[in-house]
């Protein structure tokens, strides 16, 4: 699962992201940082220290945004400042790919290889919960509101408005149906199968397709064929903010 749309352009915007989506998994950050071994200072990429393992977890990150294979000299140096430094795992993050004298060389040991992609997705599930779920059931709070199925509150307020906004009440709701009980079911746990919200893959057209539903039809592409996370949130949040608003001008306020 891919958090980010598209590649880094440069090696300081891989290192950023990294550790921006470490940062936003809950975890102590710093980049760069000088690290202390056995065998003197060493300037690392990334840190990241987690303290939701038993015991603490460390992390040191390398990011190579480089137009050519990382060959096994590197893997092997990174391996030695891993170990001396006392750190968990140390993660190798690629641009290009690694030449297969390096995959051999981190072959049984705490040195993780890995794209740009497979960096996001080792950390997808985690970012989802940690970062975007509760940023979510903030965001979306009044959208869901307004259109799940069963809410006396709203409901008796939309009993007092005149018929006119009673009939656009109800037509921006059954507008608006498939959508937030996809999303309350991403954002929300469902507590008969997991105390956890749910990670649903991308995109989300495959999923109201198969509902058959007439929704595709105002939602825009940023929403319905966005493979990534990030970016998909960030027009879904958008989108809900516009339908809001329009439930609001019904009710005169925030119902």
Same mark, same amino acid.
């Given at each position: 699962?891919? =958090?980010?749309?598209?590649?880094?352009?440069?090696?300081?915007?891989?290192?950023?992201?990294?550790?921006?989506?470490?940062?936003?998994?809950?975890?102590?950050?710093?980049?760069?940082?000088?690290?202390?071994? %056995? &065998?003197?200072?060493?300037?690392?990429?990334?840190?990241?220290?987690?303290? #939701?393992? +038993?015991?603490?977890? %460390?992390?040191?990150?390398?990011?190579?945004?480089?137009?050519?294979? /990382?060959?096994? #000299?590197?893997?092997?140096?990174?391996?030695?400042?891993?170990?001396?430094?006392?750190? +968990?795992?140390?993660? /190798?993050?690629?641009?290009?790919?690694?030449?297969?004298?390096?995959?051999?060389?981190?072959?049984?040991?705490?040195?993780?290889?890995?794209?740009?992609?497979?960096?996001?997705?080792? *950390?997808?599930?985690?970012?989802?919960?940690?970062?975007?779920?509760?940023?979510?059931?903030?965001?979306?709070?009044? *959208?869901?509101?307004? +259109?799940?199925?069963?809410? !006396?509150? =709203?409901?008796?307020?939309?009993?007092?408005?005149?018929?006119?906004?009673?009939?656009?009440?109800?037509?921006?709701?059954?507008?608006? *149906?498939?959508?937030? *009980?996809?999303?309350?079911?991403?954002?929300?746990?469902?507590?008969?199968?997991?105390? !956890?919200?749910?990670?649903?893959?991308?995109?989300? &057209?495959?999923?109201?397709?198969?509902?058959?539903?007439?929704?595709?039809?105002?939602? !825009?592409?940023? =929403?319905?064929?966005? %493979?990534?996370?990030?970016?998909?949130?960030? #027009? /879904?949040?958008?989108?809900?903010?516009?339908?809001?608003?329009?439930?609001?001008?019904?009710?005169?306020?925030?119902?």
């Amino acid at each position: 699962m891919l =958090i980010e749309s598209g590649d880094p352009t440069t090696w300081r915007k891989l290192e950023e992201l990294v550790a921006q989506i470490l940062d936003e998994c809950g975890m102590e950050v710093e980049s760069p940082k000088i690290v202390e071994t %056995v &065998r003197g200072s060493v300037e690392i990429d990334v840190f990241a220290s987690d303290d #939701a393992t +038993t015991p603490d977890s %460390v992390y040191l990150c390398e990011c190579k945004h480089w137009d050519s294979n /990382v060959p096994k #000299a590197i893997v092997h140096a990174f391996r030695t400042v891993v170990s001396d430094s006392g750190a +968990t795992t140390g993660l /190798v993050v690629s641009k290009l790919g690694f030449q297969p004298g390096a995959i051999e060389a981190a072959r049984h040991t705490n040195i993780r290889l890995l794209s740009w992609s497979e960096f996001q997705d080792l *950390f997808a599930e985690r970012w989802f919960l940690n970062h975007i779920a509760p940023l979510a059931r903030r965001e979306l709070d009044p *959208f869901i509101e307004y +259109t799940e199925p069963i809410n !006396s509150r =709203i409901f008796q307020k939309a009993d007092q408005l005149l018929a006119e906004d009673r009939e656009r009440f109800k037509e921006l709701r059954n507008d608006h *149906f498939v959508l937030p *009980f996809l999303l309350t079911s991403m954002i929300y746990p469902a507590l008969m199968y997991t105390n !956890s919200p749910r990670l649903h893959p991308l995109p989300l &057209r495959e999923h109201l397709e198969s509902y058959g539903s007439p929704e595709l039809e105002g939602l !825009s592409s940023d =929403i319905l064929d966005e %493979v990534a996370l990030r970016p998909f949130f960030a #027009a /879904v949040f958008s989108y809900t903010q516009e339908v809001v608003a329009e439930f609001d001008k019904v009710f005169g306020e925030r119902a």
